[in-house]
């Protein structure tokens, strides 16, 4: 420990002239942080900020790896009575002063937005594991990089690479039945133990090489290795709520609705869940698909090429209620499709064809989690959300109310947010939703990591714009009514196999009435 | 006693390049080894491979007692290094970086640190990094004698140094050198460096170890002979092993015998040559190591 303190004190002699600008750059950063968030939205455009911090602590990083370089045969280090220990713990002491500036700063700006250590102590540490990762692979890269215009380089190669590489090998999501928040975690954990022990395999024995090769192996081993495992990952964390529903594709509509077959007389295996045969009003999906678009050889000339997309997303996108997670389409066949953009099947037209898929996706549940009469100044708490009655006012012969509700997000937890709804139980009628969210106090930055939210202060305007910001209600509704929070909870996970034959695009469309099928 | 360094059929490769083949050396305790051999003859692999910074092929080196492959933390507090590749920590002085050695060291010995640093007139509270190449060197060496190392390892430590830089480095590890119990092996491809220093040698060509001995026995062993014939003779086929670079011509024979012993040469020249009268001339260590070099050249005779 005696040498690592020693270390550790020679790369601060060393590194001060970075580690000022470093502080700088994090205090200017915190101190527009703290401001007016349009304010601080033009000054991190005009400056790039979080850019700049990152590229200040990369390059910091890469300083302080390579000041005792562990490449080649040069270093001052490697001839003394060093023990390799203790250098890697004076760099890990290094890099955990750099970690608590950064996150004593995340601290002071969280303070400043009036949250309370306890509301977001939890996601700041929760927000420390892809920073890590961030760390842990760049102190890799400077390793085996002589130089630090080398690091650099590499640094962005990676970043290309990964960019490259991550629709092919991305394993985590093959985990069925868990929630997107695991997924990210077992990403991020299946990348940070691999790296932390070529850190350590690389400070044990100098072995750059060996580590570098290591590092490709293992890359592509979480990367890879998973995804091209041929069964099933474990299904694990959320029980299988859903049963078996049949559904039959109706004809076209002539409407011009989503969804539906003209003469092929298709047929769809649903599994749902019963939340998703009887979905609450405002409930609330998360879905996706996968499938394979199979066309005929003339088709399959034509669809070549980049424009092409295929987007199961409308299919979906015509029950209430369901959004998208977002994701990708396909572009060559035999298309394999996995979740859906925002265009339908638009290239597809006059194009014969069979489609086989799967949708899944999780299911909530709401309970109520609290409820207050709607008068003026009333407050509604529950953990890091807030819904406010404003005012009530008489606008002839109607009550205008106008309601705010504010969210805070604090890294990246595995936490849903209750709806805050306008409910009048009696009449069994709710006024769900909300009409606009505004970011109004967004952190951007706070660790190494500046492009990860580390909070959100989110904003949610009821609907009804027109009327400033209120709502025009009866009185008699409004005094049945309450101010509602519904709290999502998780019950499960749903699939859907969907296999349709001989189909031609022109006529894909959902029948409405073909809703029926799939709630009854 | 345990030499300072043994090295025993040392090989290592670079890929398909053998760099070092087969070396077999050692350094006894308490003398000047000058480890002699031209640019690429596998100087520095053969040091790095000492300093455990390279892993061998084959074979099997010891430093003070421990094997090369195991020389760790504590085997570097008794072992000095210098080198003309070593990278100095140039953002610090000359102070801080003393400052950072001292510790590492038991033995560190501040007063002879401060000798060191005035003798070679270095600036205390400079960067590293605004040093001369020479102060540079200068600074190593006082980073790597201020502990009194048991064995000290340098590698081309005068290469590109001017003659008085280099004087004064080497008078200052001489002074420091008379004070105790200590084994140097210095490397080097320039023979007047290390001439005056050595009293062992090893010369190294292509990987090889050609000679390693006292430089006392290689310079009685190395005469630089003359003969003298009374009349033409033919060249003897083939020449005695032992004579290097031999040639004739007319009534003039000259070698350089490698196994010089008065009696045996002259005996040997008779054996040849009927009526001739042999002179030996003594060789300079420069002169011995040319003499190697172009036989191994050569493989033979310049004749």
Same mark, same amino acid.
């Given at each position: 420990m005696r040498q690592a303190l020693l270390i550790f004190k020679k790369d601060l002699r060393c590194l001060w002239? #970075?580690?000022?600008?470093?502080?700088?750059?994090?205090?200017?950063?915190?101190?527009?942080?703290?401001?007016?968030?349009? #304010?601080?939205?033009?000054?991190n455009q005009a400056l790039n900020l979080p850019f700049v911090f990152l590229l200040t602590v990369l390059i910091v990083i890469g300083r302080l790896v390579q000041q005792d370089s562990l490449l080649g045969t040069r270093a001052f280090w490697q001839t003394r009575p060093i023990h390799p220990g203790s250098l890697l713990m004076a760099k890990v002491l290094s890099l955990a002063c750099l970690l608590a500036a950064a996150f004593l700063s995340a601290c002071a700006v969280l303070l400043t937005f009036g949250l309370s250590p306890d509301q977001f102590l939890t996601g700041l540490l929760d927000a420390l594991l892809p920073q890590l990762n961030l760390i842990t692979v760049s102190v890799l890269l400077a390793a085996v990089t002589p130089n630090l215009p080398t690091y650099v380089a590499a640094w962005l190669g990676m970043q290309i690479a990964m960019l490259l590489t991550q629709d092919l090998g991305n394993f985590v999501a093959r985990i069925p039945r868990v929630t997107d928040y695991t997924r990210e975690f077992v990403w991020q954990v299946s990348v940070l133990f691999p790296g932390l022990l070529l850190v350590a395999h690389q400070y044990w024995t100098r072995r750059t090489r060996w580590t570098l090769a290591g590092s490709i192996i293992a890359f592509f081993g979480v990367v890879f290795t998973p995804s091209l495992w041929p069964w099933e990952l474990g299904e694990v964390f959320l029980p299988n709520v859903s049963r078996e529903v049949q559904a039959r594709l109706r004809g076209a509509a002539p409407d011009g609705a989503f969804l539906a077959l003209r003469e092929s007389g298709g047929e769809m295996l649903i599994r749902a869940a019963p939340e998703i045969l009887r979905p609450l009003p405002g409930s609330d999906f998360t879905v996706g698909m996968a499938g394979e678009l199979q066309v005929d050889a003339s088709t399959r000339a034509s669809l070549s090429g980049p424009s092409v997309r295929i987007d199961a997303g409308g299919i979906l996108d015509a029950l209430p209620g369901f959004h998208w997670a977002g994701g990708? !389409?396909?572009?060559?066949?035999?298309?394999?499709?996995?979740?859906?953009?925002?265009?339908?099947?638009?290239?597809? &037209?006059?194009?014969?064809?069979?489609?086989?898929?799967?949708?899944?996706?999780?299911?909530?549940?709401?309970?109520?989690?609290?409820?207050?009469?709607? #008068?003026?100044?009333?407050?509604?708490?529950?953990?890091w959300a807030t819904a406010l009655v404003r005012s009530?006012?008489?606008?002839?012969?109607?009550?205008?109310?106008?309601?705010? !509700?504010?969210?805070?997000?604090?890294?990246?937890?595995?936490? #849903?947010?209750?709806?805050?709804?306008?409910?009048? !139980?009696?009449?069994?009628? &709710?006024?769900?939703?909300?009409?606009?969210?505004?970011?109004? !106090?967004?952190?951007?930055?706070?660790?190494?990591?500046?492009?990860?939210?580390?909070?959100?202060?989110?904003?949610?305007?009821f609907p009804a714009e027109e009327n400033e910001g209120g709502l025009l209600l009866d009185d008699r509704w409004l005094a049945e009514a309450e101010l509602v929070f519904l709290e999502p909870v998780q019950k499960g996970w749903f699939e859907t196999k969907i296999h349709i034959s001989d189909f031609r695009t022109r006529d894909i469309t959902f029948d409405p009435k073909a809703r029926s099928a799939w709630v009854n | 006693m345990t030499p300072a360094v043994e090295a025993d059929r040392l090989t290592h490769r670079y890929g398909r390049q053998e760099a070092v083949s087969e070396l077999s050396f050692q350094v006894p305790e308490s003398s000047i080894y000058a480890f002699l051999g031209p640019n690429g003859a596998g100087k520095t692999t053969t040091i790095k491979i000492l300093m455990n910074l390279l892993r061998p092929s084959g074979g099997h080196a010891a430093v003070l007692g421990i094997p090369s492959s195991r020389l760790g933390p504590e085997g570097l507090q008794n072992i000095g290094y210098v080198s003309e590749n070593q990278k100095l920590p140039e953002s610090m002085t000359l102070d801080q970086l003393a400052a950072f050695c001292a510790p590492l060291y038991p033995k560190w010995d501040d007063s002879l640190c401060s000798t060191l640093v005035q003798r070679f007139d270095l600036p205390r509270r400079q960067k590293i990094s605004s040093f001369s190449r020479g102060m540079k060197?200068?600074?190593?060496?006082?980073? /790597?004698?201020?502990?009194?190392?048991?064995?000290?390892i340098l590698d081309e430590p005068f290469s590109g140094l001017d003659p008085v830089v280099r004087d004064e480095i080497i008078e200052g590890m001489l002074e420091i050198a008379g004070r105790g119990e200590w084994s140097?092996?210095? /490397? /080097? %491809?320039?023979? /007047?460096?290390?001439?005056?220093?050595?009293? %062992?040698?090893?010369?190294?060509?292509?990987?090889?170890m050609v000679v390693s001995e006292p430089l006392e026995s290689l310079q009685r062993r190395f005469r630089e002979v003359e003969v003298t014939l009374a009349q033409p003779c033919p060249q003897p086929q083939p020449w005695p092993a032992a004579w290097l670079r031999a040639r004739i011509s007319e009534r003039v024979v000259r070698f350089v015998d490698s196994e010089y012993d008065e009696a045996r040469t002259a005996e040997r020249v008779h054996q040849l040559f009927d009526d001739a009268e042999a002179v030996a001339s003594p060789m300079s260590l420069r002169e011995i190591f040319v003499a190697l070099a172009r036989e191994e050249r050569h493989g033979g005779t310049d004749a």
């Open positions: 002239p #970075e580690l000022i600008v470093l502080y700088a750059v994090l205090t200017v950063h915190t101190a527009y942080a703290l401001r007016d968030s349009l #304010e601080r939205e033009e000054i990708r !389409s396909t572009t060559a066949p035999p298309l394999q499709m996995e979740t859906a953009g925002p265009a339908a099947f638009d290239d597809l &037209v006059e194009k014969p064809g069979s489609l086989r898929g799967e949708i899944h996706g999780r299911v909530y549940g709401y309970r109520l989690a609290g409820a207050v009469r709607v #008068e003026a100044g009333v407050r509604l708490d529950k953990g009530v006012s008489r606008e002839g012969p109607q009550v205008k109310v106008v309601l705010r !509700s504010r969210q805070i997000q604090v890294g990246r937890q595995d936490r #849903e947010f209750p709806r805050v709804v306008l409910a009048n !139980s009696a009449r069994k009628e &709710v006024v769900a939703g909300t009409s606009q969210t505004r970011s109004s !106090s967004t952190y951007s930055g706070g660790l190494v990591s500046a492009f990860r939210r580390v909070a959100q202060d989110r904003v949610l305007l | 060197m200068k600074t190593a060496v006082v980073m /790597s004698l201020a502990y009194r190392p048991r064995l000290l140097v092996l210095v /490397s /080097s %491809h320039d023979l /007047s460096e290390v001439e005056n220093l050595a009293d %062992h040698v090893g010369f190294i060509r292509q990987g090889r």
